[in-house]
């Protein structure tokens, strides 16, 4: 009993204030792991700037949208000039256009196109089916006020999105409304095929000659119109550098719809009272 006492003894003076004989202080260990953790060291440093380069975009665009110094309230007289190293949505945008190449422009503008279409392809689904089958005051609803207004805001809410976040994708107005045509001719074709294929049985060659002619006219105009909106706005974006302002291009939008809800009433009348 008094030597194990001993030894405890003599095992917690060697601990406390013999030499440290642990394998970790022997030089080679001590080499090794330094080594060990200048890899671990460098691994994690890798591994964050991979992070940092893979959400440096996303970021940069946030840190832009966030900045105190495009606030509408700010003022230079209070907050002083804006300093040169400071991130604002103008350094952003330009610095976005001078990235994107004339290819990268005119790629992803087909890339809209063909994506509005199939906007444009779901809106008239969600009309058609919806005005079709129904009657009395519920079907003039459908078809004067609630068509319209999903047809002309589903032909051009994918652009919309494209000149709100992402207006350095494009180099002119005329993208814009390449985008916006196409789009109200995918939809007017789309709705075309759905009224000659299965709502009207054995349609005459007047019907089918007005579907072709008058309401294509009428779907490529008031998308255009709508369109022209979106221009203004995508201007104002160039032109100040400061973010897009979705309202300016609301009366244009609510023109389009108007002239669509006056053409479905009027023709909505007409096959009232048997007139087409």
């Known amino acids: 009993m008094a030597r194990k006492g001993q030894n405890n003894k003599q095992g917690k003076k060697w601990k406390l204030g013999g030499?440290?004989?642990s394998i970790h202080a022997e030089p080679t260990?001590?080499?090794?792991?330094?080594?060990?953790?200048?890899?671990?060291d460098q691994t994690q440093s890798q591994a964050h700037t991979k992070v940092d380069d893979d959400h440096l975009g996303e970021s940069f665009a946030a840190e832009a949208e966030r900045s105190v110094f495009d606030e509408p309230t700010y003022s230079k007289e209070l907050g002083g000039e804006i300093p040169?190293?400071?991130?604002?949505?103008?350094?952003?945008?330009?610095e976005q256009l001078?990235?994107?190449?004339?290819?990268e422009s005119w790629v992803s503008t087909g890339i809209m196109a063909a994506c509005s279409g199939l906007f444009a392809v779901v809106g008239a689904l969600m009309s058609n089916s919806t005005a079709f089958g129904m009657t009395g005051q519920i079907q003039f609803f459908a078809v004067v006020i609630f068509a319209p207004v999903v047809e002309e805001v589903m032909k051009t809410s994918l652009l919309l999105w494209g000149v709100e976040q992402k207006p350095y994708l494009f180099r002119s107005p005329k993208q814009l409304m390449i985008i916006g045509a196409f789009s109200g001719?995918?939809?007017?074709?789309?709705e075309n095929v759905l009224y000659l294929k299965v709502y009207i049985d054995d349609p005459s060659p007047f019907i089918v000659l007005w579907r072709w002619t008058v309401c294509v006219g009428l779907h490529t105009t008031t998308t255009a119109i709508a369109t022209l909106g979106l221009v203004k706005i995508w201007q104002r974006v160039m032109r100040t550098g400061q973010f897009a302002r979705a309202e300016l291009g609301a009366r244009y939008l609510f023109i389009a719809i108007l002239l669509h809800a006056l053409y479905n009433g009027s023709m909505y009348f007409l096959g009232?009272?048997?007139?087409f």
């Open 84 to 94: 040169e190293n400071a991130l604002t949505y103008e350094k952003f945008l330009a």
């Open 272 to 275: 009232v009272f048997g007139l």
């Open 29 to 40: 260990m001590a080499a090794m792991t330094g080594n060990l953790d200048a890899k671990k």
């Open 185 to 190: 001719l995918v939809f007017a074709s789309v």
């Open 19 to 21: 030499r440290d004989h």
């Open 98 to 103: 001078e990235a994107t190449s004339a290819l």
